[in-house]
Every structure is written in structure tokens, then in C-alpha cells.
């Protein structure tokens, strides 16, 4: 009888909740951060913090109401993330800068060698520029949408931890009664 | 309600550690016989219960039924608790596993003092038992939470009237749920309340 009430709590209103996910993306110079709740609800005007590859804190702000926060980004190899949300809530997240940077400097040296060579090719580097960063805002959904999938609950996880608990007070039934 | 690691103090985790182990032996000793399968299937259904979120309210919150463990286990509500906890910890990162502790109790003890008060009310109505078991587990879960959380934030009249706000609807509905959950066993399988 009570795994009817389970079935019927699971297609109805289940969804699932309680646990702070953290999505981060680039755009152009500044790293966008986006907290929200397992089951897609924005984690609003919570502390957002950001340590350098030291531990030292270099940036402190606030979500906006959509779960929203943006920096620039900083002079240091890799970042970490922190999001403290209401009521014991809390997510870390690393983050790599170094690749953009490295990124940068071959193409202002392949530019230098070659611009007397080929006027256009400034444009070239622009478009790719360019090109770069709309597949990156175009994607940026895509990447959002994994994420979120990853991270919920999958029912086959329920149903294998109801048997878990079953287990459990079985070993220790079985145990206890010698 | 699942406090996430890196968050309390280590006092705080050993506190809510050894209240839990202790909690739990007295819990375990309670159990005999075939009370077995009445503390597996609830603690199964607590396990389900935090799974579902609920829709009202501003932030996001989900059921706990820790009311409806309180009323039907009393002190069994502690193994209980602490096997679903630890399977929502490492199947899907609720809480954690160095809070497991901590949060064992902040839903455990509403659980068992919740026995205390309505039990007896059990024979009288058994609706109004239901609703009001699971009505103040939630409430005195908020304020344990809050309490836990003391020692990082000092606002915590703040943090109470946050969580409790953010409860209060959920409150109302695990209350109408245990409710009906209490009246739907009482005739189907009626020697579920006893013991």
C-alpha cells in the first residue's frame, strides 16, 4: 500500500529539490556564474565569492533576482567559486583561466608575423573573434541544459536506495538476531 | 533543510554526532522483532519524501514527513532517519556525509519529541494527531536547523524567520498529509500504530 502513495507522489508532483547547482560560462571578459536549486529555481541574492589559486578572496557580490552574477576576469590562473545559499546551502566550483590567456598571446604573435603579409588578415582574426564568441553564447544553453540533466536525481537511483534501506535493516535483523 | 558540508563548525558537527549515535542506540534497542519492516519502509519513505519538491512558497522546499516517523516509530525515527540520510548523501549530494550527523538530529529529535506530545492523542482523534505531528516536526526541524547554524551566522533570528517562512506552507501541507497517511493506514493496516 505504501509504495502506491510513493507512486503517486512520483508522477504527480515530483520533482526534485535541495541541493545548489552552479553554472558557470565566459563571455567576451567577464565569467558569468548562475546558481539555481536541483529543480531549475534561481538561488537569489546569495553571497557569491571568488578566491584566487591562494585562497586569497578577491571578488564578493550578490545574485540579482534570477540567480544571476558576472565579474571580470581576474589576473590569476584558476578561481575558485563560492555560492552560500540560504539555510546551509553551499557550492564550490574551480574554474581554469590560464587557457585564454595563452590563447591570447599566439594570436597576437602569429598576427604580428603576419599582418605585413596579408592585409586582411586582421579581419580574419576578428571574424574568428567573433565567430568564438557566438558559439560560446550559442552553446551556452546547451552546456546549462547538460548540466542540469547531470545533476537531478534519477529515479532509478530512488528505487535502488528504497532497496538500500531494505538491505541495510536487513543485514542488521539478520545480525542481531544470533 | 540538509545542511551542506564546509558550512558548520567542526563543535557543531561533533555535537550533532555524537546527539545522533546516541539517538540512534537508543533507537536501535527499541526496535524488536518484526518492527523491522516498520522502520525499513519508513525510513524509505522519508528517503522518497525529500525528493519531492513542493511548488508553493518563494524559495525551494520539499517534504520531509519526519512528523509521520516521529508518530508511528518514537525513538526508531533515529536509524531511520540516519540510513535515509546517509543514502541521500551519497546518492544524491543532499547534505553531506561529515553533516550526516547534524542533520540526523535536526530532524530526528522534532520526530521524537513530536511522539511525545501527540501519541496520546492517537486514540482520540487520529487526523488531528497526523496534521499536528507533522505540522511541528517541520516547525522544530526550522528552529534546530537555525540553531545549528548559529555559529556561523549571527542573525540568527534572520535565519529562523527565513526558514520558517519558507516552511510554513509546506508545513501545512506534510501536516494534511500525515494526516491522511495516519487515517489511510489506520484502515488498511491498523497494526502498523501499535508498539
Redesign the interface.
Known amino acids: 500500500?505504501?509504495k502506491i502513495?510513493?507512486l503517486f507522489?512520483?508522477f504527480t508532483?515530483?520533482?526534485?529539490?535541495?541541493?545548489?547547482n552552479l553554472f558557470t560560462y565566459k563571455e567576451g571578459n567577464k565569467i558569468f556564474v548562475e546558481g539555481y536549486?536541483s529543480?531549475g529555481?534561481p538561488v537569489k541574492n546569495s553571497l557569491i565569492e571568488i578566491y584566487n589559486e591562494k585562497g586569497e578572496k578577491i571578488i564578493e557580490g550578490k545574485t540579482n533576482e534570477e540567480g544571476l552574477y558576472s565579474f571580470e576576469i581576474p589576473e590569476c590562473k584558476k578561481i575558485k567559486i563560492v555560492l552560500?545559499g540560504?539555510?546551509?546551502?553551499?557550492?564550490?566550483k574551480e574554474m581554469e583561466i590560464e587557457e585564454k590567456k595563452t590563447l591570447r598571446k599566439e594570436e597576437t604573435k602569429t598576427t604580428k608575423k603576419e599582418v605585413e603579409k596579408k592585409m586582411d588578415l586582421i579581419d580574419k582574426e576578428e571574424i574568428k573573434k567573433i565567430v568564438e564568441a557566438s558559439i560560446e553564447k550559442a552553446i551556452a544553453p546547451l552546456i546549462k541544459e547538460i548540466q542540469k540533466e547531470k545533476e537531478k536525481?534519477r529515479i532509478l537511483?530512488?528505487i535502488?536506495?528504497?532497496g538500500?534501506?531494505?538491505g541495510?535493516?536487513?543485514i542488521?535483523?539478520y545480525f542481531s538476531k544470533k | 533543510?540538509?545542511?551542506?558540508?564546509?558550512?558548520?563548525s567542526g563543535s557543531v558537527l561533533a555535537t550533532g554526532g555524537v546527539l545522533a549515535a546516541s539517538g540512534t542506540i537508543i533507537g536501535?534497542r527499541d526496535i524488536k522483532g518484526e518492527d523491522?519492516v516498520k522502520?525499513?519502509?519508513l525510513?524509505?519513505?522519508f528517503?522518497?519524501?525529500?525528493?519531492?519538491?513542493?511548488?508553493v512558497g518563494p524559495?525551494?522546499?520539499?517534504l520531509v514527513l519526519n512528523g509521520l516517523c516521529g508518530i508511528i516509530l518514537g525513538w526508531k525515527s533515529f536509524p531511520a532517519i540516519l540510513?535515509?540520510l546517509f543514502?541521500?548523501a551519497i546518492?544524491?549530494?543532499?547534505g553531506g556525509l561529515t553533516t550526516l550527523g547534524v542533520n540526523t538530529c535536526n530532524m530526528s529529535i522534532p520526530a521524537v519529541i513530536s511522539y511525545y506530545l501527540f501519541r496520546p492523542l492517537i486514540k482520540k482523534n487520529l487526523f488531528l494527531t497526523g496534521f499536528l505531528s507533522g505540522f511541528f516536526s517541520i516547525l522544530l526541524a526550522c528552529l534546530f536547523?537555525s540553531l545549528?547554524?548559529i555559529s556561523t551566522n549571527k542573525y540568527f533570528l534572520n535565519?529562523a524567520k527565513?526558514?520558517t517562512l519558507?516552511h510554513l506552507p509546506i508545513a501545512f501541507i506534510e501536516g494534511i498529509i500525515t494526516g491522511f497517511?495516519l487515517t489511510?493506514?489506520k484502515k488498511?493496516?491498523s497494526e502498523i500504530m501499535g508498539g
Open positions: 500500500m505504501k502513495i510513493f507522489f512520483l508532483i515530483l520533482s526534485f529539490a535541495h541541493k545548489i536549486f529543480d529555481v552560500t540560504d539555510m546551509g546551502h553551499k557550492v564550490e536525481a537511483d530512488i535502488g536506495g528504497i538500500y534501506i531494505f541495510i535493516f536487513g542488521y535483523l | 533543510m540538509h545542511i551542506s558540508e564546509g558550512i558548520l536501535l523491522f522502520v525499513s519502509l525510513s524509505s519513505s528517503f522518497v519524501a525529500s525528493l519531492i519538491h513542493v511548488p524559495s525551494s522546499a520539499h540510513v535515509s543514502l541521500q546518492l544524491f549530494q543532499f536547523v545549528s547554524l535565519i527565513t526558514i519558507v497517511i489511510f493506514l488498511t493496516k
